[in-house]
T-cell receptor, first 115, second 113 residues
Framework: DAGITQSPRHKVTETGTPVTLRCHQT?????MYWYRQDPGHGLRLIHY???????DKGEVSDGYSVSRSKTEDFLLTLESATSSQTSVYFC??????????????FGEGSWLTVV | GQQLNQSPQSMFIQEGEDVSMNCTSS?????WLWYKQDPGEGPVLLIA?????ELTSNGRLTAQFGITRKDSFLNISASIPSDVGIYFC?????????????FGTGTRLKVLA
């Protein structure tokens, strides 16, 4: 158990509505990430955070925003959901200590369907 | 984005057989990570390798960090039906402020009872 909780685990939403996915960690890791996983594309980085209020874009950040107001929480927001954002979203964490600092752990995923 | 080359892409094996898969890169990595992902679940870390030449076991799983630091291998001994899933490798590349992780293309394992 990597101490990562994602919510909601499953959601169906309509095109144009805002959606927020939450990631909560209990491991005090410095870095947090949001990935999406799609057939044929593997895991693609959306946004990441390297500390409270410190975030940066990944390779597929268009249409997504993030916020990190506390070490333990990292929120992913789809401002206006589109069908192309139907995917499974994984939160991940890394950087707890020097030895395992570059080891990444994943949450259980959030399945989002935009209709 | 950039991906690690992983082979084989898929394999069907009989229960009890040993399995080998590998991951290669054109770049050097200082860490190699191996994960298993079951349908409907997130990737679960199996083994982490931190040193060139390192050989690490986790039950029936053994992974090795290649001497060239450009490859890694995962072996599963005496496979059982619950070994079914997708296995993929990953390596972190240091960047500004954090690590960017490069992932393998995955090996889909199916075990025939």
């Amino acid at each position: 158990d990597a101490g990562i909780t994602q919510s909601p685990r499953h959601k169906v939403t309509e095109t144009g509505t805002p959606v927020t996915l939450r990631c909560h960690q209990t491991e005090n890791h410095r870095y947090m990430y949001w990935y999406r996983q799609d057939p044929g594309h593997g895991l693609r980085l959306i946004h990441y955070s390297y500390g409270v209020k410190d975030t940066d874009k990944g390779e597929v950040s268009d249409g997504y925003s993030v916020s990190r107001s506390k070490t333990e929480d990292f929120l992913l927001t789809l401002e206006s959901a589109t069908s192309s954002q139907t995917s499974v979203y994984f939160c991940a964490i890394s950087g707890k200590d020097r030895l395992s600092g570059n080891t990444i752990y994943f949450g259980e995923g959030s399945w989002l369907t935009v209709v | 984005g950039q991906q690690l080359n992983q082979s084989p892409q898929s394999m069907f094996i009989q229960e009890g057989e040993d399995v080998s898969m590998n991951c290669t890169s054109s770049s050097i990595f200082n860490t190699w990570l191996w994960y298993k992902q079951d349908p409907g679940e997130g990737p679960v870390l199996l083994i982490a390798l931190y040193k060139a030449g390192e050989l690490t076991s986790n039950g029936r799983l053994t992974a090795q960090f290649g001497i060239t630091r450009k490859d890694s291998f995962l072996n599963i001994s005496a496979s059982i039906p619950s070994d079914v899933g997708i296995y993929f490798c990953a390596g972190p590349k240091a960047g500004a402020g954090t690590y960017k992780y490069i992932f393998g293309t995955g090996t889909r394992l199916k075990v025939l009872a």
